[in-house]
């Protein structure tokens, strides 16, 4: 009987596992189906399109504490060619510490040479970025804005190639750009968020926009209608994920989306575990409150379609960590029973897991195929990647289940290095770097245990076992780093 009730659980978790995964390859196949004849579309349009006159616009920066990039983000907007003042640029300053001086500084700079920019601070942070954005909305001059997080650096000609999509299409509620990478080559680390966050830009985006579905803005990187962002009713902060719930109901109030994969945008990644873990957690839970928020509406206006099944796997994509930690701790159960259990039975699981592991990674191949990445180095990566989306499920259920239980957290910013360390940035140490190594250890222990019992699942559970130890291992090794000095930065 508990044979039975361990493989019938284990069932379950492959199976909602590989839904996410094959859907990966509808992705992949939604992508290619469009991507040549949107491309081409979209270059020629930027190159033959002749803007008659210029909407004015307003690129905000909302910063908290960016001692170490806000210059460099003033400087690259400030440089953004665009006519002559028709552009204007605002800082949304929530800072407390000495970033509020550099600021000030820089923007004195800019504007003695002409540029018209300004501060906009706040007496408390209330909503967070959400918030500023919210409070600044009144003060933004024109109908369009751009935004930019402070730790990217957006190209000199990129209200010269995203404007004219949105003076063409009036309905076009936003526009979103492709992230690039300032340090990915970095570590391992960097290289594996690298490969991460390329498929879902490359792929994912473009499948999605270029099919029909919702598309969310990125929070940054991006080009908004004023108009649109009313009629959607307004940034809001009853999620951590601000712009994926904006994005969905402003296209909910009748407003399209584009994206441009061509225009990229440059961005700093975590270079640091422990604040890339506080960006995931973020992404996580703020993903699951939206699906919590958004999805009773989607399903009122959309019914059973494809349109809603692509959105409610899109937004609720962060309950595979959960799984795989449930997955994980079964497997070892799993082993204890394995004699009685068919053959059948426990080839169908390992062919359902490897489908599942087999259709993600394609995705990526499909992304650095297209971004023009050699095999060698997508080969190379692609591990890392696997070793940390496996470690990071802990990390991430915590959040899930947090947002499932309605319990409210902190916005966490991911603060970055920038070209210069003038300010370390400490990002504390969640107490689940302890089940991490645990877990690790157990899978292991699980394998060495079973080792003669003719189990197919000892690569599986190996491939668990390395993820969890890896993260759980670079969490205290990035830990102790930050204790020593400069090099702590994140």
């Known amino acids: 009987m508990s044979s039975l009730i361990?493989?019938?659980?284990?069932?379950?978790?492959?199976?909602?596992?590989?839904?996410?995964?094959?859907?990966?390859?509808?992705?992949?196949?939604?992508?290619?189906?469009?991507?040549?004849?949107r491309h081409r579309e979209q270059l020629s349009f930027i190159k033959d399109y002749k803007v008659t006159s210029w909407p004015k616009v307003t690129t905000q920066i909302p910063v908290y504490n960016e001692a170490n990039v806000v210059e460099r983000v003033i400087d690259a907007v400030c440089a953004m060619e665009y006519p002559s003042g028709d552009h204007a640029v605002q800082i949304l300053d929530d800072s407390t510490d000495g970033t509020s001086r550099l600021i000030d500084e820089r923007v004195e700079q800019h504007r003695q040479s002409g540029v018209n920019i300004r501060v906009i601070r706040r007496s408390n942070r209330q909503g967070y970025k959400a918030g500023a954005l919210h409070e600044a909305h009144e003060e933004i001059e024109g109908e369009l804005l751009a935004i930019f997080d402070a730790d990217f650096v957006p190209p000199k000609d990129?209200?010269?190639?995203?404007?004219?999509?949105?003076?063409?299409?009036?309905?076009?509620?936003?526009?979103?750009?492709?992230?690039?990478?300032l340090n990915r080559n970095q570590s391992w680390l960097t290289k594996a968020q690298a490969l991460g966050i390329d498929g879902h830009f490359?792929?994912?985006?473009?499948?999605?926009?270029?099919?029909?579905?919702?598309?969310?803005?990125?929070?940054?990187?991006?080009?908004?209608?004023?108009?649109?962002?009313?009629d959607g009713g307004g940034w809001s902060w009853d999620t951590l994920t601000e712009d994926m719930d904006l994005s969905y109901r402003v296209q909910l109030a009748g407003w399209e989306a584009e994206y441009l994969p061509w225009l990229s945008v440059p961005a700093e990644l975590p270079e640091d575990i422990n604040a890339f873990k506080s960006q995931q957690f973020r992404w996580a839970k703020g993903s699951i409150q939206t699906a919590l928020k958004i999805l009773?509406?989607?399903?009122?206006?959309?019914?059973?379609?494809?349109?809603?099944?692509?959105?409610?796997?899109?937004?609720?994509?962060?309950?595979?960590?959960p799984l795989m930690v449930a997955m994980?701790?079964?497997?070892?159960?799993?082993?204890?029973?394995?004699?009685?259990?068919?053959?059948?039975?426990?080839?169908?699981?390992?062919?359902?897991?490897l489908i599942s592991m087999v259709s993600t990674n394609t995705l990526y191949w499909v992304s650095q195929w297209k971004l023009g990445t050699s095999r060698r180095q997508t080969f190379k990566t692609m591990p890392g990647l696997m070793l940390l989306g496996v470690g990071i499920a802990i990390n991430n259920s915590r959040a899930v289940l947090q947002a499932l239980r309605r319990k409210e957290s902190e916005f966490v910013r991911t603060p970055k290095r920038g070209d210069q360390i003038l300010t370390s940035y400490k990002v504390s140490i969640p107490f689940v770097?302890?089940?991490?190594?645990?877990?690790?250890?157990?899978?292991?222990?699980?394998?060495?245990?079973?080792?003669?019992?003719?189990?197919?699942?000892?690569?599986?559970?190996?491939?668990?076992?390395?993820?969890?130890s890896l993260v759980g291992w670079t969490t205290l090794l990035h830990a102790n780093r930050n204790r020593q000095g400069p090099l702590g930065v994140t």
């Open 6 to 37: 361990v493989a019938s659980f284990f069932g379950i978790l492959t199976t909602l596992l590989l839904v996410y995964g094959l859907n990966s390859l509808v992705m992949v196949w939604l992508f290619i189906r469009r991507y040549e004849r």
């Open 328 to 353: 994980a701790i079964s497997s070892y159960f799993l082993l204890n029973t394995w004699s009685h259990i068919p053959v059948w039975l426990t080839t169908t699981f390992l062919v359902g897991i």
């Open 158 to 181: 990129f209200l010269l190639k995203s404007v004219p999509f949105m003076v063409d299409g009036v309905d076009l509620g936003f526009i979103q750009a492709r992230w690039e990478h």
């Open 433 to 468: 770097v302890a089940l991490e190594i645990l877990l690790g250890m157990t899978c292991l222990w699980g394998i060495w245990d079973h080792q003669m019992e003719g189990s197919w699942f000892h690569p599986f559970l190996l491939l668990y076992a390395l993820g969890f």
């Open 296 to 321: 009773p509406k989607l399903w009122k206006k959309e019914g059973l379609n494809f349109r809603f099944v692509q959105a409610s796997l899109h937004m609720t994509h962060y309950l595979i960590h």
């Open 202 to 230: 490359m792929v994912e985006q473009a499948g999605r926009c270029w099919n029909d579905l919702y598309l969310n803005f990125n929070g940054t990187a991006g080009l908004w209608r004023k108009k649109a962002i009313e």
